[in-house]
T-cell receptor, first 114, second 113 residues
Framework: DAMVIQNPRYQVTQFGKPVTLSCSQTLNHNVMYWYQQKSSQAPKLLFH???????NEADTPDNFQSRRPNTSFCFLDIRSPGLGDAAMYLC?????????????FGPGTRLTVL | GEDVEQSLFLSVREGDSSVINCTYT??????LYWYKQEPGAGLQLLTY?????DMKQDQRLTVLLNKKDKHLSRRIADTQTGDSAIYFC?????????????FGGGTRLMVKP
């Protein structure tokens, strides 16, 4: 049973062409996270939503935006993708912000920028 | 800022024990985590350990924490080919926005038959 679903699994876009990645969850969790994972590197937190409250990491580029229209869905918008934005994008959820509660990860969307 | 470091690779033979080590810098971390990532998949939580513990064991998996040295290790006994994956250590920092994870770079474990 899929719990954190990411669509598409693979996304190809052109340099500068806006792209949107999608994440949905069936867990009814309050918190949703977006991570960027470049090849052979650690996942890096971009931002997260606690319910409707948006929390941006200080070093997340302005090029990256996010929307959470309801509990189940969260979107990552890249306004003008550059070659350096090619990466795996991981969505995760947790019931709340407690460290005891596991972050459940989706399978990721691999973004290629041509 | 926080920094989490791991070795990049580990190769073991099937049936041997495999130990992956991790060091971290944030002394205020409350929880430390081990995640497993198989090819093309997301991260799967293996276990976590609270910072006031020094050991946690679950079947083949043993986690040791040396808080004084900020050193975390994960040992798998009788390593199997299915254990081949990338293993990430992560530390959690609890702030007003919730529990933020900082990941190490991951250790790629290769298990040879």
């Amino acid at each position: 049973d899929a719990m954190v679903i990411q669509n598409p699994r693979y996304q190809v876009t052109q340099f500068g062409k806006p792209v949107t990645l999608s994440c949905s969850q069936t867990l009814n969790h309050n918190v949703m996270y977006w991570y960027q994972q470049k090849s052979s590197q650690a996942p890096k937190l971009l931002f997260h939503y606690y319910d409707k409250d948006f929390n941006n990491e200080a070093d997340t580029p302005d090029n990256f935006q996010s929307r959470r229209p309801n509990t189940s869905f969260c979107f990552l918008d890249i306004r003008s993708p550059g070659l350096g934005d090619a990466a795996m994008y991981l969505c995760a959820t947790s019931r709340d912000g407690s460290p005891r509660n596991e972050q459940f990860f989706g399978p990721g969307t691999r973004l290629t920028v041509l | 800022g926080e920094d989490v470091e791991q070795s990049l690779f580990l190769s073991v033979r099937e049936g041997d024990s495999s130990v992956i080590n991790c060091t971290y810098t944030d002394s205020s971390s409350t929880y430390l985590y081990w995640y497993k990532q198989e090819p093309g998949a997301g991260l799967q939580l293996l276990t976590y350990i609270f910072s006031n513990m020094d050991m946690k064991q679950d079947q083949r998996l043993t986690v040791l924490l040396n808080k004084k040295d900020k050193h975390l290790s994960r040992r798998i006994a009788d390593t199997q080919t299915g254990d081949s994956a990338i293993y990430f250590c992560a530390e959690g920092e609890l702030n007003n926005a919730g529990n933020m994870l900082t990941f190490g770079g991951g250790t790629r474990l290769m298990v040879k038959p």
